[in-house]
């Protein structure tokens, strides 16, 4: 997969602090990175109806784990996959005529540019289901040879030959999102799986190799015999090949949590004999729109790209997405644009004044918020005290000035700059 580009990002003074955040699958707040290295897999977009703000407000919520690792002087290996291939981008393209690999390809230059405006910095590596097939395929044939997989004979309306993964084979199985019997099997129905597939050994199975139908994508594999990748063993897949086991960040929405992010790592623990997969599971909270998440299969979407089109100032659209907290729900509305609009212009104006007020705890103050879980919110409230601060110090100034304050009017020269940087750097907002 082409990658956008990687925004430039302001120098700053120091080092910001090890950051920390909610763990899933423990409930307890959790240093991300483990020394001086950083490896986040966060799921990326199925690509039709791309970008939604849904979407958008979760890799901008990575995105600012992403800077604060970089900035605590943390070496980052950052890897997403691009769910090219799956059922539901097939039926879309299928209910809508087109040609499901040109969607997959406009789609997902669709949501490179959304994310280069938003200035969100790039994975490492970013693969699709095609990038990634012959490693699929091994692990799946691994899987079997291990026991851990099986193959359920056809019937009236299925093929014989698709291979599950008999999830009660991990005795880890369950640990990252705690869930009972029942709201597994309710969820799992929800979301891709297939309860009711006769042959299986239990209902939560999930598919790792669909055999080829016809009108259906195929590929080589192997001794598979012709077919595509289930969804899970995908992202397993590819974070084992450029993470490995075991890595420090697994991140998406909370919509991911189950069945993906179970199903992911108790593949992941099968492939490799070994637990956790990864040792944060981190999740963004759900963007509702019109009283619902906002979803593809339900429609109701606000698409960057729409809000770009219609003008809209990038930097505000993640303004907007910042001024509430990763891990929360919430509902968008115009108000929220109209806040950032109006917060960006006042913060534009302070940064343009010769002096401000001290800016060195701003600095330091958004960077601890931003390592207490990704506090944004909290790290905005801190900007707006500055630029109010400097606002009105401005107003006030008088031209009369004693010989003394001269120290003190280097710092409040260069603290416009200072905190130009910060929210440049930290916030990804370029001022
Ligand atoms: N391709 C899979 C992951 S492997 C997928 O879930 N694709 S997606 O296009 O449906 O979603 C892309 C990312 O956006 C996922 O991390 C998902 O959890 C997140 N997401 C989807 N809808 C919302 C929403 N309404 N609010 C916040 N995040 C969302
Ligand atoms: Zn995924």
Redesign the pocket.
């Known amino acids: 997969m082409t990658r956008w580009p990687v925004p430039t990002l302001a120098d700053l003074p120091g080092r910001g602090l090890p950051v920390r955040l909610r763990d899933t699958a423990t409930g307890e707040l959790v240093i991300a990175a483990e020394g001086d290295r950083g490896r986040m897999y966060?799921?990326?977009?199925?690509?039709?109806?791309?970008t939604?703000?849904?979407?958008?407000?979760?890799?901008v919520g990575f995105d600012l784990l992403h800077r604060a690792w970089i900035d605590s002087g943390v070496e980052v290996t950052y890897v997403q996959?691009?769910?090219d291939v799956?059922d539901?981008l097939l039926e879309r393209a299928a209910a809508t005529g087109v040609d499901w690999h040109s969607l997959a390809v406009e789609q997902t230059q669709l949501f490179a540019d959304d994310m280069a405006a938003l200035a969100v910095i790039p994975p490492h590596h970013y693969l699709g289901v095609i990038d990634t097939l012959p490693l699929v395929v091994d692990a799946v044939q691994r899987l079997i040879a291990s026991g851990h997989a099986y193959t359920v004979p056809g019937n009236g309306s299925e093929p014989d030959g698709d291979v599950y993964f008999a999830v009660h084979s991990d005795p880890h199985f369950g640990e990252v999102a705690h869930l009972d019997e029942a709201a597994m099997a309710r969820i799992f129905a929800e979301r891709g799986g297939d309860p009711g597939r006769p042959g299986k050994k239990h209902p939560l199975d999930p598919l790792l190799w669909r055999v080829a139908r016809p009108e259906e994508p195929e590929w080589d594999g192997d001794r598979l015999g012709r077919g595509r990748p289930g969804?899970?063993i995908?992202?397993t897949t590819i974070a084992l090949e450029h993470l490995g086991m075991t890595f420090d960040v697994q991140?998406?929405?909370?919509?991911?949590i189950f069945p993906?992010h179970e199903m992911g790592a108790s593949h992941a623990h099968a492939l490799t004999g070994s637990h956790p997969f990864a040792r944060v599971y981190a999740?963004?909270?759900?963007?509702?729109?019109q009283g619902h998440?906002?979803?593809?299969s339900r429609g109701n979407l606000v698409l960057v790209s729409r809000l770009r089109a219609a003008g809209e100032e990038p930097a505000a659209i993640r303004l907007a997405l910042l001024d509430h907290h990763y891990r929360s729900?919430w509902e968008w509305t115009d108000a929220d644009l109209t806040t950032a609009r109006a917060r960006l212009e006042r913060w534009r104006r302070a940064v343009h004044q010769r002096s401000g007020a001290d800016a060195a705890p701003v600095l330091a103050g958004v960077r601890a918020r931003l390592a207490e879980d990704l506090d944004a919110p909290g790290a905005l409230a801190l900007i707006d005290g500055w630029a109010q601060a400097t606002l009105t110090g401005a107003s006030e100034s008088s031209s009369s000035e004693s010989p003394s304050e001269a120290a003190s009017d280097v710092a409040s020269a260069n603290a416009p700059d200072l905190v130009r940087r910060t929210v440049d750097a930290l916030l990804g907002v370029r001022l």
Not at 283 to 289: E, K, Y
């Open positions: 966060v799921c990326g977009i199925t690509p039709y109806d791309a939604h703000l849904g979407h958008a407000a979760t890799y996959n691009v769910t799956d539901p969804w899970h995908e992202c991140g998406g929405g909370s919509d991911l993906h999740h963004s909270g759900m963007v509702g729109f998440k906002m979803s593809k729900d």
